[in-house]
RNA sequence: GGUACUUUGGCCGAGAGGUUAGGCACCGGUCUGCAAAACCGCAUACGGCGGUUCGAAUCCGCCAAGUACCUCCA
């Protein structure tokens, strides 16, 4: 742990050293999906910032605790939707039980998180399954007097709050401004003040998803289950918050809010949020029907999508901004993501064949300490990838015999890579279907043993024809001083 | 309207008061029977106008354009 991690903390606003609470204890919470429909790009990248995060959290020698739930008793639609469930309302449309869509779209979730190399969470706790925990949490802060009853439900009374602690602390924004420009929406009359928010909420007789609890049979807040789920597996106190940008108002500030005046301090040490993917410089958003799901990525069955792009050039996609940046799709950066990827891996894949020399004609020991030294700045993997870029031109070098390396110095730089490329930035070759490759491996080397024959003997139209047939059923053929190379 | 942020070469995207980011594309070259790959070379960019400074794309001010949040959203 002899790294010094820097992250950006969006509570002050400034990149801030990591020092954990309990080293080497880490605990991290970031919020995860409403499963309530199909993961899109959207959802891959804080999947992917904080997936990083936790890598390489790890690597420094913690040991992390990551929290990452599944919101399935759904949030509000909207106000003038008279409050209804999304995943309630989705389970109407399609007639389902609510739970069977939660859990459909969690397998889906999953799934695509798998697909992208996103490494499992420690702990992936479901709002529906913390109920009694979240009416503790609202018990807790009716005592400190800092919500209300009424009608059923209970509100946070952020006024009251603001006054002794300080509601605006993450999103920068102050009460009255709020109360000024808070436009007035249906189903406020219980509130006492249009900033109030819900902790529970009584359930209109339509709902399908409900609880009993002290007050009313409803269910919880929009926020609530965060504080609540958070504070239960990490403790009253704990390092790491990460999310959207998008939640910074109003969930993490009532979040803030909720764990403070529940439990008279403040829980979250670090908050850290990621920015938005855009597509024509448009935030990617379900609400405004521009998102493209993961699996149309997969697939190339979009409209927007000129062709199929694989897991691992989505994530590298990603990689190559940085996280506080937003990053904007198009068919055009993809593609180019998608070659930068190739030559990465293809490097990597050099790189292990890579014969050693007495010594090394160039200096690369400074790699991994620049590797690392970015990613302790922030996060910074589009540096990473720069310098692993500076390495490929390298081992290619070598690769041609235009250069050497030196065995000690090969093994560094195979360690560096397989560090950095596969542990660290999760990037990975797709090869499924092993065996069947292996076998088609053999049929194309005989194929391209006979057509080095033919060149042998100068036989072009035999050989040409071979390179020219394959080539047509999509493989690669490149020649090289002694032999052959080829891909799919 | 309020708050915050962004503006970099053909595209994506880092960085940062004086030194080549990187990737993709284009073009030229090396290599090669041809091709591909690889390698080399090539862009001298930083929204506009002022100011601070020996020096600014990097700091300050103003202006412009855009985005996000203020309603569920990753």
């Known amino acids: 742990m002899d790294n010094k991690l820097y992250i950006y ?20 919470y970031v ?47 909207n106000d003038a939707d008279s409050g209804e469930d999304k995943i309630e309302k989705k389970a109407r449309l399609e007639q389902l039980e609510p739970m069977e869509i939660a859990q459909y779209y969690s397998n889906r979730y999953h799934k695509a998180m798998e697909a992208l190399n996103v490494l499992p969470p420690s702990i992936e706790p479901h709002a529906s399954g913390h109920i009694p925990e979240q009416i503790e949490f609202v018990k807790k802060i009716l005592e400190a007097g800092f919500a209300y009853e009424s009608e059923g439900s209970v509100y946070f009374d952020v006024e009251k709050y603001d006054k002794k602690y300080h509601y605006g602390k993450l999103s920068g924004r102050n009460i009255d401004e709020l109360l000024e420009t808070t436009r007035m929406l249906e189903g406020q009359e219980e509130k006492r003040r249009s900033v109030d928010f819900a902790l529970w909420k009584k359930a209109s007789p339509e709902h399908i998803m409900r609880w009993k609890s002290p007050w009313s049979e409803g269910f919880p807040g929009w926020h609530l289950e965060c504080s ?28 803030i809010s909720q764990s403070t005046a529940a439990l008279g301090k403040e829980s979250v040490r670090y908050w850290m949020h990621n920015n938005m993917i855009t597509i024509n410089g448009q935030k990617m958003g379900k609400s405004l029907g521009n998102f493209i799901t993961l699996e149309e990525f997969f697939s190339g069955n979009h409209p927007l999508l000129s062709q199929a792009y694989e897991p691992m050039t989505v994530r590298f996609f990603i990689l190559q901004a940085h996280y506080r940046s937003t990053v904007d799709f198009s068919n055009e950066a993809l593609q180019a993501s998608e070659k930068g990827l190739e030559r990465l891996m293809e490097g990597y894949e050099r790189l292990q064949k890579l014969i050693p020399s007495d010594t090394s004609s160039s200096d690369m020991s400074g790699l991994r300490l620049r590797c690392e030294e970015a990613m302790c700045d922030d996060l910074n993997t589009p540096i990473v990838i720069a310098h692993l870029f500076e390495a490929v031109k390298f081992i290619n070098l070598v690769y041609d015999g235009k250069a050497t390396v030196s065995a000690a110095d090969l093994e560094e730089l195979k360690d560096v890579f397989r560090l950095f490329v596969e542990d660290l930035l999760g990037l990975k070759k797709e090869d499924e279907n092993f065996a069947k490759y292996e076998a088609l491996k053999k049929a194309v080397d005989l194929l391209l043993e006979i057509r080095l024959e033919a060149k042998r003997n100068k036989d072009w139209a035999t050989s040409d024809k071979i390179r020219d047939e394959l080539t047509a059923l999509g493989f690669e053929i490149k020649d090289t001083k002694d032999g052959f190379e080829w891909k799919i």
């Open 9 to 28: 903390n969006t509570l002050h606003r400034k990149k801030e050293l990591f020092v954990p609470l309990h080293a080497p204890h880490v605990g991290m």
């Open 31 to 77: 919020c995860g999906p409403t499963v309530y429909g199909d993961p899109h790009l959207g959802h891959a990248r804080p999947a992917i910032t904080f997936d990083i995060l936790f890598r390489y959290l790890k690597h420094l020698g913690y040991k992390v605790r990551y929290v990452r739930n599944i919101t399935d008793v759904g949030h509000l639609e």
């Open 228 to 255: 609540a789920m958070s504070t239960k597996y990490l403790g009253e106190e704990f390092d790491i918050h990460g999310g959207g940008m998008d939640l910074l108002f109003p969930h993490h500030e009532c979040e």
